[in-house]
């Protein structure tokens, strides 16, 4: 398994957030994350750090949500060699089969997301 130098969490459940990194540093998958709890604090801070090439994104959060974040990400000119994983407990199929049409988006896992879930995406 390839070890990531940074991951970022776009999220707005502290427990998700705290659960993941957990296991990412468990597993010495990564030991650096970007954590932000809504897609506006996301776009700031990607503009002022290294993009990373994994993010983790929600849909429903407060101020800008996942769909909104992933509007504005695409017109930074880094993104390319990122990759972006919905993580959400949507069980709306629209929100599933948006994920699957959206030109950035390389899958989507649904919450509670398990360890296997992770490896998938890592592997």
């Not at 930074?76 to 199929?93: A, G, P, R």
């Amino acid at each position: 398994m390839n070890k990531i130098s940074t991951i970022c969490i776009i999220d707005d459940d502290p427990i998700f957030i705290k659960l993941t990194k957990l296991f990412l540093q468990k597993e010495k998958i990564c030991e650096n994350f970007l954590i932000f709890n809504n897609g506006q604090e996301a776009i700031l801070g990607l503009t002022e750090n290294e993009i990373p090439k994994l993010i983790l994104l929600d849909i429903n959060m407060p101020i800008m949500n996942g769909w909104e974040f992933l509007e504005k990400f695409i017109t930074l000119s880094n993104y390319k060699e990122t990759s972006i994983f919905i993580v959400s407990s949507s069980i709306d199929h629209t929100d599933i089969e948006k994920a699957e049409k959206h030109p950035k988006v390389s899958g989507f896992i649904n919450k509670p997301i398990r360890p296997n879930d992770l490896l998938k995406i890592l592997t």
